[in-house]
């Protein structure tokens, strides 16, 4: 699977888990370049609190464009150390 943002590849695995549609990409897949960490959080209330990076593909940023929990609820710990994506990012085979 490989995520993709403004004709670049961010983000490329054959070990993703699949969650309400959403692939995760293990953390050691993502291309550090393009990810900016924030601040910004939400919460799931199965999964716990979500964490987001923002990229920047040469001269465009996508805000919150990628999420991750850093310590998931114990219903969701196959997602911990992985990212997945939104906000006109990508997924394809």
Not at 5 to 34: M, R
Not at 41 to 55: D, E, F, V
Not at 63 to 72: D, H, K, L, S, V
Request: proline share 4%; aromatic share 14%.
């Amino acid at each position: 699977m490989k995520a993709i943002w403004n004709g670049t590849v961010v983000a490329e695995s054959s070990d993703t888990v699949k969650v309400e549609g959403n692939h995760y990409f293990p953390l050691e897949s993502i291309n550090q370049s393009y990810f900016q960490k924030n601040d910004h959080q939400t919460i799931c209330p199965w999964k716990g609190t979500a964490s987001y990076y923002s990229l920047r593909v040469g001269d465009k940023q996508n805000e919150n464009a990628a999420w991750y929990y850093p310590e998931p609820k114990e219903g969701a710990k196959e997602i911990k150390n992985r990212v997945a994506f939104w906000k006109g990012v990508e997924i394809k085979d």
